[in-house]
């Protein structure tokens, strides 16, 4: 994925040229007070919460990237209005007219993180039903390119999430034909094994390769299966997704989404 920037919260202007348009534009201020703090600034604080973990509150003012709480406000709305989705798009469409995105085949898998608070989208760990926990679910092409990723609560059978996060993948143009967005084959472990969910990826076109339980493990499957094992491994490289710290589950979805985008943003830099 290259080398590792000394501080990866700065907003380059190749990525700042990506985004700026899909934000929404400001409401006018209905009251006097401070200016308000510039949205590249905001993302740059959005963006220091994610890389270091540390909480809204503590957020240095030294900095020049406004107060935590404003960089949550922003992120929030952000989230709401659907940037990251849209950012998401792009990047991919980027890829597919480079022909860097390979369809021929999807992996799926998911990973639990601790809750440190009670809240929407969460539930007991299946490793200490005392405390709580999240899982993240992410489906990537045959590269590990992110193509959509999901939370839920750490309770939820794997299985449960397999079709809601196919269909999260959204329709990707910059090819000739029609937008695409659904893998040819899809590569799961064997928490995904269900005879019922290989006939509906029948019925969908996708040809499934799933591990069955009771049988040998078959070496070949992790070959191909490595990648969306890396790609999580990328996901909680951001130390504010290894734990989940916020309550409420928007907050999270938020830097999740934010964070595949700048994956997928580094493998755009890389093959484009």
């Known amino acids: ?17 990506l985004v700026e348009p899909l934000l929404p534009k400001p409401g006018p201020k209905l009251v006097e007070g401070r200016p308000r703090v ?8 959005i963006l220091f919460v994610l890389h270091t973990g540390i909480q809204w509150e503590f957020l240095p003012q030294e900095l020049g990237f406004g107060s935590g709480m404003t960089c949550r406000r922003r992120l929030a709305a952000w989230n709401e209005a659907g940037v990251w989705d849209q950012l998401h798009v792009l990047l991919l469409k ?3 007219s480079a022909k860097k995105l390979d369809w021929s085949r999807a992996v799926i898998d998911s ?10 989208k969460s539930g007991p760990s299946p490793v200490d039903r005392a405390r709580p926990g999240s899982k993240h679910h992410v489906v990537t ?10 939370l839920t609560g750490g309770n939820r059978n794997d299985v449960t999430q397999l079709l809601p996060l196919l269909d999260k993948i959204p329709p990707v143009a910059g090819a000739v034909g029609r937008p695409r967005h659904r893998p040819d084959t899809l590569l799961a472990d064997r928490g995904y094994d269900h005879d019922k969910y290989r006939r509906l990826l029948w019925q969908r076109g996708i040809r499934p390769v799933i591990a069955r339980r009771g049988q040998p493990h078959d070496s070949s499957l992790g ?8 790609t999580i491994a990328w996901l909680h490289g951001f130390r504010r997704l290894r734990i989940r710290w ?3 589950d928007d907050i999270h979805e938020a830097f999740l989404g934010l964070a595949a985008c700048l994956i997928t943003y580094r493998h755009v830099q890389r093959l484009c």
């Open 111 to 120: 990973s639990h993180v601790r809750a440190a608070r009670k809240g929407p």
């Open 141 to 150: 092409d045959a590269q590990g390119i992110p193509l959509a990723v999901s």
């Open 246 to 248: 916020e309550r409420r």
């Open 1 to 17: 994925m290259g080398k590792r920037q000394s501080r990866p919260w700065i907003v380059s202007d190749e990525l700042w040229a």
């Open 38 to 45: 510039p949205d590249r600034q905001a993302l740059c604080g």
């Open 94 to 96: 980027k890829l597919r």
């Open 223 to 230: 070959i191909f299966r490595y990648v969306v094992e890396r």
